[in-house]
Structures are given as structure tokens and as C-alpha cells.
């Protein structure tokens, strides 16, 4: 059996958590896991259990009991002890005694100089925690003061693991997490120093006499003391730049410290916007608990080419890089590139060079090098942002095991499987709203260009879709041409090839027609003959039966392709039933069916969808003015009335909801053209 306290009251026989029915049954566990082992007089049961205890507080508290022996199907485990109650508790099985044990093992492994083992046992046991000691049980003096001793151990390891990150010169590694624990306790003047001496280290001197001139005007006005005689000290040898602060004593052990990577790139110049994608993903994270114990957090950021995912991922990582102090990796897969996407042992050899391993020590093979990555991520707070992945299989070699890491994924694909298997939270991206894509172009352009031509601003967003990477080289090609009209160049778009226009002059590659066909060149044939129809089929969306008559498929395998184009974002399903193309896509399908498909081609497949459409509104006519003599439509087969590619017979459905028979209503003779 297990017991955990260390955050919400949890207990857990052969693996699973047993449910604790009622209020009164969690507060008793607590109350005699404070005192484990130890017995607990009834009058402090009855004072953990009620403000004012009632006459019948003694026999209600024996009927607590007895169905708390049933809860944990153990009786043998409570038991009378003079004039209270003993709970019986093994070792190993209550997280804070776990915890208790490797704090002290610690201190013992740093007696012996063994700062790497006494880091690592100290981060072992403060991974134990899961939030407040005794979560939200209400706090009773004996469970209080129970909760605020293992609050003070906890403290008391942290600002431990902080001096021997110090002392083993990891000094830029530990300002985020100093910085956010300063905020949470800002009296505790040891984690005051400790911050000090980290921002003093990593060469940032004016921050660290910042920190304690804050200090002392927190305690000055909210105390009315001075800083402590070692904080006092310490300001003072900043001062006259003393070079022993730059001394930190070595380990040790022969194995160094891991390096801590801090990979992630620059953001995005004017990036804007994705307020609500923002809060969907602190929301995620909040949820997994990324950092304190929860299992490894994933998050897909998913959405069409050019929409920005890459921009908001990294952006995302950069506001959060504080919460993952043991450093940060970075790695474009590739997975829609002018080049061959990254192999899963190629982009594992790159994070575990990253990681600090040597060449000598690489392994060959895909499954040992995930081991070893595993490994190496374990017990460590680190975020992984993986850029353009093609599928999930991709991705799975590069997930840690570890608790407390975060991994944070772009792709065009839905990435389904990562949320079926591995329960990945998934952002999904759209366009820009106006209101945002004139903040973009604000960005770009100065607040007095874009406000003297508002209507020509908005009309160059809608030209581009909205989409971020066509309105970024919009405003960038504005920005080069200071002089121009707005509205002149928004005629440009309006008159000209849209998808040529919307390109850096000498760097094709930062074009919206290369982003557009690095997706459209992972696609299937049979993909992307179907990709090339619909953007010549007539109508500003269409359904699947329509997208059949189009490629002559059955409904069936035209379901299957429309799915996978709208897994890889080439298709928007914008209400039940019905797609559509976004308006730059729609224009790059045209143009490569003019590239690659024949005129004889285009045009029987245009033939068909209005064959289509014709069907169905000749079956709608057949039973709405079946007594009007009408000239019948011929299909282009004057001898033939059939309906093409499976066209909706309307007549036939609504026949059969109704009990109608079309051979009973007397139409007469039909005249055929």
C-alpha cells in the first residue's frame, strides 16, 4: 500500500487509488498519517475532525473509523492504543518518509564531498511533491502543523540543491527557478542569497545589487529590519568586487555536470496575436503538471503551412523557459522540407550530442538510443520543441520517459495518433483575425502608414487570407517600397498571379507557393490528383459526392483522400459534410492541375461536377414539377438519362420518406432535347 501526502491525499493498493468516499475518512487518514505509526489520542482526532466537537463525537468518530478500515481493506492497519488510535504504516510507503530518507542521504553524499550524488538524490526527492502537503483537507491544527514541517523540509532542500547547483557552477542554470521561488517566499533570505550569487556569477553584477536593494526595502517597510549579517556581508563583497565571490568549490566526483542546453531559437519579428492558442496551451500545460511529478506533458501545435505554428511554438517556449531550469532543446525535423526528413536516429544522435554525450558513446541502433535519451532526460526539468514533424511515428522515439519534461510539437498533420496513444493536448491554428493581421502590419509598417489607408490594409489581409506568412511578405514588400500606395499594391494582388507576388525577391524559399509545395509534395499520388481536381471544381466548397463526380471515385475512397488532405490542413471542413479551400491554396491546386494535368483532363472533370449538379437538380425538379413539361437534361448523351458518378437522385429520397410512387402521378410524356 502507498500513501501519499506530498500534494492531495492519495492512497493506493497494488497500484490503483482507492476511493476515499467522505470528507470526515481523507481528514482521518490525514490526521494519523501525521503521526504515522505514532498513536493518536482521540481528542486530537475529534479536534482534527470537528471545530466544535458534538456530544456524539466519540461514537461517531469509532463509526469514522471502522468504515475507514473498510476503505482500505486492511482492518489490521488502524488499531486501538489506550485512548486512541495507531495507523500502521511500512517503509517506503508514505511519500514523506521517502522524502525524509533521501534529503538525509543527501546530506550524507555531500558530507563525503559527492555533490553530483547529493544533487541528484535531493532532485529525486523533491520530484515527490505534488502540490501543497495535504492538498485542500481542511487544515485542522494537527494536520497544519504537520503540512507547514514538511513545507519547511521542503524549502530546506530546495535552498540545499540550489548551493550545490552553485557550488558545482551552475550558476546561469538556477536564475530562473531562484528568481520564481524568491517571488513565492520573498522572506526567505537564504534563497535572497542564493540569487544574488547566481546573477553575480553569470556575470550580471547590477542585478544582483538589485536584488539586494529590494530586499532590504521589502524588510524595511514590511518588517522594519535590516537584511541579515550573511545578506549584509555578501552585498558588501559585490561591492568591492571581491574575486573569491567567482570561487566555487569543485566536486569531487569524476563525472561532470550535464551541460544544459538552451537551444531554442529567436522568435518571430513582429509576432501578434494567438491570444486564445496562448491559453489553450498554458491551460495544457497547467493541466499535466508539467514539472511537478505528473507524467512527461505533450503538446501538438497543428495548422496549415504559413499559419505560424513554428512562431507561436517557439514563442510559447521562450514565456515559459523559467518553469524548465535544466535547459531547452530545439530540432527541425524536416517533415515537409526540400529536404528528406530527419530520420528518428538522426534526430536522436542530435539531442544526445546536445545532451552532452560523445561520439565514442553514440549508439547505432534506434531503440538503444532511445534508452540512453530516456536516460539522460530522467529527473531532469527540460522542454523539447520539435518543428515540422511529418507523422507521429516521428515523434515517439524522441519522447522522454521523465516526469517533469515538456515536449511541444509542430506539424501540418493532425498528429492523431500522438493524442490517441500518448494523450498529446492539440492546438489547432486558423488565420489571423483582422484586428490581429493589422496589428502585423502595424509591426512592419508604422502606425501612421497603415491608419492614412485603412480600407487598402484590410483589403491586402483578405487578398491574403489572412494567412501569417503571405501577410508577412505583404508588409515586408510594403516596407521595401516606402512610397507606394497601399492601395496600389493591393490592386497588384488583386489583378496579378497572387501566389508569385506573394515572395521575397532572392530568397524563394520565404515564399507562400514553396510552403504550399513542400506539403503538396509529401502527398500520395492518388492525394494529390484529387488536390489538383477540387481546385478546379466549381463552387466555393463541395461535398464529398461532388468530390467524387470530380475524380470519378466512388464515395468511399473520395471520404479517405478528402481525410487525409484535411489531416495535412490542404482542406478546411468548415461546417459538417463540406470543404473548402483556403484562397491561396485554392489558387496553388489550380495552378499545378495546369502544370500537370491536361486540358482534356480539367475539363471532363469539370464536365462531371456540373453533370453532377445537374442530376440532382433534375431529380429535385422530377418531384417538385412532375406535371410542367420540361426539357430534359441529356448529360452530354442525348440517347441517355442516367445519373453520372452517383449523383443525388433527390426524387428517389423523398419518395421513400413519403410513400410516394413517381409512376402513379400521371406526368405524361416528357419531351427530350
Known amino acids: 500500500m502507498e500513501f501519499g501526502v506530498l500534494g492531495p491525499l492519495v492512497v493506493r493498493g497494488d497500484g490503483e487509488a482507492m476511493r476515499l468516499t467522505s470528507a470526515k475518512q481523507q481528514t482521518l487518514l490525514a490526521a494519523l498519517l501525521c503521526h504515522a505509526n505514532t498513536p493518536v489520542s482521540l481528542e486530537r482526532l475529534m479536534e482534527a475532525l470537528w471545530e466544535k466537537p458534538p456530544a456524539s463525537a ?22 486501538s492504543h489506550g485512548s486512541g488510535y495507531v495507523l500502521a504504516v511500512q517503509p517506503g510507503e508514505l511519500d514523506a518518509d521517502r522524502f525524509g530518507e533521501l534529503a538525509a542521504e543527501a546530506g550524507r553524499a555531500r558530507k563525503a564531498a559527492d555533490l553530483n550524488r547529493a544533487g541528484e538524490l535531493l532532485a529525486e526527492a523533491l520530484a515527490l511533491w505534488r502540490g501543497k502537503a495535504y492538498g485542500d483537507i481542511a487544515q485542522t491544527p494537527l494536520i497544519r502543523e504537520s503540512a507547514a514541517r514538511l513545507e519547511e523540509e521542503r524549502l530546506r532542500a530546495v535552498e540545499e540543491r540550489a548551493d550545490i547547483d552553485l557550488a558545482l557552477g551552475r550558476h546561469g542554470e538556477v536564475v530562473p527557478e531562484l528568481t520564481l521561488l524568491v517571488d513565492e517566499h520573498p522572506y526567505r533570505e537564504v534563497l535572497r542569497r542564493h540569487l544574488m550569487l547566481a546573477l553575480y556569477r553569470s556575470g550580471r553584477q547590477s542585478e544582483a545589487l538589485e536584488v539586494f536593494r529590494r530586499t532590504r526595502a521589502l524588510l524595511m517597510e514590511e518588517l522594519g529590519i535590516e537584511p541579515g549579517p550573511e545578506l549584509r556581508l555578501l552585498h558588501e563583497a559585490m561591492l568591492r568586487g571581491e574575486t573569491d565571490l567567482w570561487s566555487s568549490p569543485r566536486p569531487s566526483s569524476p563525472h561532470p555536470s550535464p551541460p544544459v542546453p538552451r537551444e531554442l531559437p529567436a522568435g518571430t519579428y513582429g509576432f501578434t496575436g494567438r491570444a486564445d492558442a496562448i491559453e489553450a496551451l498554458d491551460a495544457a500545460l497547467a493541466g499535466d503538471h508539467a514539472g511537478t511529478g505528473a507524467p512527461a506533458a505533450l503538446t501538438v501545435i497543428a495548422g496549415p503551412a504559413g499559419v505560424g505554428k513554428t512562431a507561436l511554438g517557439v514563442h510559447w517556449a521562450q514565456r515559459i523557459t523559467h518553469r524548465f531550469p535544466n535547459g531547452q ?3 527541425n525535423l524536416r517533415g515537409y522540407s526540400a529536404e528528406p526528413p530527419l530520420r528518428p536516429l538522426e534526430a536522436l544522435t542530435a539531442l544526445l550530442r546536445a545532451l552532452g554525450t560523445p561520439p565514442q558513446r553514440m549508439p547505432s541502433d534506434t531503440a538503444q538510443a532511445a534508452a540512453l535519451y530516456r536516460s539522460l532526460m530522467a529527473g531532469r526539468r527540460m522542454l523539447v520543441l520539435l518543428d515540422n514533424a511529418a507523422s507521429a511515428e516521428q515523434v515517439r522515439p524522441l519522447l522522454p520517459g521523465a516526469v517533469g519534461c515538456l515536449v511541444v510539437v509542430t506539424s501540418r498533420n493532425r498528429l492523431s495518433g500522438l493524442i490517441v496513444r500518448e494523450g498529446a493536448r492539440r492546438v ?15 509591426s512592419f509598417l508604422g502606425e501612421r502608414r497603415v491608419a492614412s489607408e485603412p480600407e487598402a490594409v484590410a483589403e491586402v489581409a483578405e487578398l491574403c487570407g489572412r494567412l501569417p506568412l503571405a501577410l508577412r511578405i505583404a508588409a515586408a514588400r510594403l516596407a521595401d517600397r516606402p512610397l507606394q500606395r497601399i492601395a496600389h499594391y493591393a490592386a497588384e494582388l488583386a489583378e496579378g498571379n497572387r501566389l508569385a507576388a506573394l515572395e521575397i ?46 475524380s470519378d471515385r466512388s464515395a468511399d475512397q473520395t471520404a479517405r483522400l478528402l481525410d487525409r488532405l484535411s489531416a495535412a490542413h490542404l482542406l478546411e471542413e468548415r461546417v459538417p459534410g463540406r470543404f473548402a479551400f483556403h484562397d491561396l491554396v485554392r489558387l496553388y491546386a489550380q495552378a499545378q492541375a495546369r502544370v500537370e494535368d491536361s486540358d482534356d483532363e480539367r475539363g471532363e472533370a469539370v464536365r462531371r461536377v456540373y453533370r453532377w449538379y445537374l442530376s440532382g437538380a433534375e431529380s429535385a425538379a422530377d418531384l417538385l414539377y412532375s406535371h410542367v413539361l420540361r426539357w430534359a437534361a441529356t448529360y452530354g448523351n442525348p440517347a441517355t438519362r442516367v445519373s453520372p458518378a452517383g449523383g443525388p437522385r433527390v426524387a428517389d429520397q423523398v419518395d421513400g420518406q413519403r410513400g410516394g410512387n413517381r409512376a402513379d402521378r400521371g406526368d405524361g410524356e416528357r419531351v427530350r432535347g
Open 329 to 331: 532543446l530545439y530540432l
Open 428 to 442: 489547432t491554428l486558423d488565420v489571423l483575425t483582422p484586428v490581429e493581421a493589422r496589428e502585423l502590419f502595424v
Open 505 to 550: 525577391a532572392g530568397d524563394s524559399g520565404t515564399a507562400v507557393r514553396a510552403a504550399l509545395e513542400e506539403s503538396y509534395e509529401t502527398l500520395a499520388p492518388e492525394e494529390r490528383r484529387m488536390f489538383r481536381l477540387l481546385g478546379i471544381a466549381p463552387g466555393m466548397d463541395f461535398t464529398v459526392e461532388a468530390a467524387a463526380a470530380a
Open 58 to 79: 466519540a461514537a461517531n468518530l469509532r463509526l469514522y473509523v471502522h468504515r475507514l478500515r473498510r476503505a482500505l481493506q486492511a482492518p489490521e492497519r488502524i488499531t
